[in-house]
Nanobody, 115 residues
Framework: QVQLVESGGGLVQPGGSLRLSCAASGSTSSINLMAWHRQAPGKSRELVAV???????SYADSAKGRFTISRDNAKNTVYLQMNSLKPDDTGYYYC?????????WGSGTLVTVSS
């Protein structure tokens, strides 16, 4: 069993920045990949960024150049630094961790980009 708790969401103006955190607990030895997904109002959930246990990263086209995913394996935590935020970035952001046993999702943290 793995539990994921996201934090760091909030209200920010266009052009601003936020840093999201996702702390994992439980059977953390089974964790390899860690990723961030988001779901905007009226849209399907989509992948934003992913990082392997070796630090290899991939990003959605909409996130490249603005977002940075990182992790601290000692703390079992993955981060998403979001810069130059746009209104289209608004939505719930979810931490996602697949394992050999099952897939785990956090409950989400809300990011609202608005003036």
């Amino acid at each position: 069993q793995v539990q994921l708790v996201e934090s760091g969401g909030g209200l920010v103006q266009p052009g601003g920045s936020l840093r999201l955190s996702c702390a994992a607990s439980g059977s953390t030895s089974s964790i390899n990949l860690m990723a961030w997904h988001r779901q905007a109002p009226g849209k399907s959930r989509e992948l934003v960024a992913v990082i392997t246990n070796n630090g290899i990263t991939s990003y959605a086209d909409s996130a490249k150049g603005r977002f940075t995913i990182s992790r601290d394996n000692a703390k079992n935590t993955v981060y998403l630094q979001m810069n130059s935020l746009k209104p289209d970035d608004t939505g719930y952001y979810y931490c996602y961790v697949p394992t050999g046993y099952t897939n785990y999702w956090g409950s989400g943290t809300l990011v609202t980009v608005s003036s």
